[in-house]
Protein backbone atom coordinates (compact mmCIF):
# COMPACT_ATOMS: atom_id res chain seq x y z
CA UNK A 1 0.00 0.00 0.00
CA UNK A 2 3.47 2.05 0.74
CA UNK A 3 4.38 1.57 -2.35
CA UNK A 4 2.00 3.53 -4.75
CA UNK A 5 2.19 6.82 -2.78
CA UNK A 6 5.91 6.65 -2.98
CA UNK A 7 6.24 6.13 -6.34
CA UNK A 8 3.11 8.64 -7.32
CA UNK A 9 5.36 11.52 -4.69
CA UNK A 10 8.57 10.55 -6.42
CA UNK A 11 7.03 10.98 -9.76
CA UNK A 12 5.88 14.74 -8.44
CA UNK A 13 8.98 15.40 -7.42
CA UNK A 14 10.49 14.18 -10.82
CA UNK A 15 8.70 17.04 -12.58
CA UNK A 16 9.57 19.46 -10.36
CA UNK A 17 8.05 22.40 -8.65
CA UNK A 18 4.55 22.83 -8.86
CA UNK A 19 2.63 25.79 -9.84
CA UNK A 20 2.56 28.59 -7.75
CA UNK A 21 -1.01 30.12 -7.10
CA UNK A 22 0.33 33.13 -9.72
CA UNK A 23 0.82 30.61 -12.61
CA UNK A 24 -2.53 28.85 -11.61
CA UNK A 25 -4.15 32.53 -12.29
CA UNK A 26 -2.41 33.13 -15.03
CA UNK A 27 -3.28 29.62 -17.05
CA UNK A 28 -6.68 30.40 -16.14
CA UNK A 29 -6.50 33.95 -17.72
CA UNK A 30 -4.78 32.25 -20.59
CA UNK A 31 -7.60 29.66 -20.81
CA UNK A 32 -10.27 32.51 -20.97
CA UNK A 33 -8.62 35.21 -23.04
CA UNK A 34 -9.42 32.94 -26.23
CA UNK A 35 -13.59 32.71 -25.19
CA UNK A 36 -15.73 32.23 -22.38
CA UNK A 37 -15.48 28.62 -20.58
CA UNK A 38 -17.59 26.55 -18.15
CA UNK A 39 -15.90 25.76 -15.06
CA UNK A 40 -15.29 21.68 -16.07
CA UNK A 41 -13.39 23.02 -19.14
CA UNK A 42 -11.40 25.48 -17.46
CA UNK A 43 -10.78 22.46 -14.97
CA UNK A 44 -9.62 20.30 -17.47
CA UNK A 45 -7.82 23.10 -19.35
CA UNK A 46 -6.08 23.64 -16.58
CA UNK A 47 -5.12 20.36 -14.74
CA UNK A 48 -6.74 21.30 -11.74
CA UNK A 49 -10.14 19.51 -10.11
CA UNK A 50 -13.31 21.79 -10.62
CA UNK A 51 -13.26 22.12 -6.32
CA UNK A 52 -9.97 24.00 -6.89
CA UNK A 53 -10.79 25.83 -10.47
CA UNK A 54 -14.03 27.28 -8.57
CA UNK A 55 -11.80 28.86 -5.73
CA UNK A 56 -9.54 30.45 -8.17
CA UNK A 57 -12.35 31.51 -10.60
CA UNK A 58 -14.06 33.00 -7.41
CA UNK A 59 -11.13 34.94 -6.61
CA UNK A 60 -10.64 36.58 -9.76
CA UNK A 61 -14.40 37.54 -9.99
CA UNK A 62 -14.08 38.92 -6.83
CA UNK A 63 -11.28 41.08 -7.86
CA UNK A 64 -12.87 41.67 -11.21
CA UNK A 65 -10.61 40.34 -13.56
CA UNK A 66 -13.38 38.41 -14.91
CA UNK A 67 -17.00 37.90 -14.98
CA UNK A 68 -19.70 34.86 -14.43
CA UNK A 69 -22.56 34.74 -17.23
CA UNK A 70 -25.80 32.99 -17.02
CA UNK A 71 -26.37 31.70 -20.13
CA UNK A 72 -30.00 29.77 -20.52
CA UNK A 73 -30.97 28.76 -17.38
CA UNK A 74 -28.29 27.18 -14.84
CA UNK A 75 -25.38 27.52 -17.29
CA UNK A 76 -22.48 29.57 -16.03
CA UNK A 77 -19.76 30.27 -17.95
CA UNK A 78 -16.87 32.74 -17.18
CA UNK A 79 -15.12 35.39 -19.59
CA UNK A 80 -11.99 37.75 -18.98
CA UNK A 81 -12.84 41.05 -18.90
CA UNK A 82 -10.66 44.26 -20.05
CA UNK A 83 -9.20 44.59 -16.66
CA UNK A 84 -8.72 40.61 -16.63
CA UNK A 85 -6.92 41.46 -20.11
CA UNK A 86 -4.30 43.75 -19.02
CA UNK A 87 -3.70 41.90 -15.87
CA UNK A 88 -2.59 38.85 -18.25
CA UNK A 89 -0.57 40.52 -20.39
CA UNK A 90 1.41 42.15 -17.53
CA UNK A 91 1.73 39.02 -16.03
CA UNK A 92 2.78 37.76 -19.20
CA UNK A 93 5.48 40.44 -20.14
CA UNK A 94 7.24 40.23 -16.52
CA UNK A 95 7.48 36.52 -16.72
CA UNK A 96 9.10 36.88 -19.82
CA UNK A 97 11.52 39.51 -18.84
CA UNK A 98 12.32 37.11 -15.83
CA UNK A 99 13.35 33.99 -18.48
CA UNK A 100 15.11 36.87 -20.05
CA UNK A 101 17.01 38.01 -16.89
CA UNK A 102 18.18 33.80 -16.37
CA UNK A 103 19.20 34.08 -19.65
CA UNK A 104 21.38 36.85 -20.19
CA UNK A 105 24.35 36.25 -17.89
CA UNK A 106 24.35 32.68 -20.03
CA UNK A 107 24.31 34.89 -23.53
CA UNK A 108 27.62 36.92 -21.81
CA UNK A 109 29.12 34.24 -20.72
CA UNK A 110 28.52 32.57 -24.29
CA UNK A 111 30.24 35.79 -25.70
CA UNK A 112 33.12 36.03 -23.70
CA UNK A 113 33.91 31.97 -24.24
CA UNK A 114 33.51 32.73 -28.28
CA UNK A 115 36.02 36.16 -27.79
CA UNK A 116 38.29 34.13 -26.38
CA UNK A 117 38.22 30.83 -28.84
CA UNK A 118 38.61 33.59 -31.64
CA UNK A 119 41.67 34.81 -30.20
CA UNK A 120 43.22 31.69 -29.56
CA UNK A 121 42.16 30.31 -33.48
CA UNK A 122 44.21 33.59 -34.39
CA UNK A 123 47.31 32.75 -32.53
CA UNK A 124 46.98 29.36 -33.95
CA UNK A 125 46.58 29.85 -37.28
CA UNK A 126 50.25 32.20 -36.89
CA UNK A 127 51.85 29.54 -35.48
Known amino acids: MIYPYIAKR ?3 MV ?8 DKYLSILEVL ?10 AYRVK ?3 RAAKHYLDFLVSN ?3 EERR ?7 YAINERGISVFKTLKALKYLEKLKKTLPII ?3 REVASVLTKHSQKWKEQ
Not at 15 to 22: E, F, H, R, W
Open 10 to 12: EKV
Open 33 to 42: VLRPRKLDDI
Open 15 to 22: CGVPPSKL
Open 48 to 50: MEC
Open 64 to 66: GLI
Open 71 to 77: LRGKRVV
Open 108 to 110: DEA
